[in-house]
């Protein structure tokens, strides 16, 4: 299987939805040919500095498929930190990982309000 190297520089680009927090993916496209399509992988564990593509010991908790196009919207990421980084592929072979990036996801602020009603509680009579 062979491998090749690419530049695919990763930009983050932050975007709230009401409730769950949503991260929208934008990257270069490969300079290759033979590229049929991409691979972002993603999680919140730290990967290790010598880590160079897929076929490390060491692998992403998440990663999907982008056969078309440039960006991946990820949805209801949960708060914390988390590490991107993504691979072209061919028909017979997936490059290495571009750069690695990482982003914050906040908790959502400030929560959804909750109406309140005031109750109006008459004085007792005789008091002022």
Known sequence: MKLWTFGILLG???????????LTLQWDPSPSQDVVGY???YGQEEPPANISGPEDDWQFAYRKVVPEGLTLELTGLPSGQWWFAATAYSDDAESFYSNIVTDVIEAAYPPESVPHTPVIIPAPPGSV
């Not at 983050?12 to 949503?22: D, G, H, I, P």
């Open 12 to 22: 983050l680009f932050l975007a709230w939805v009401s409730t769950a927090q949503s």
């Open 39 to 41: 691979v972002i992988y």
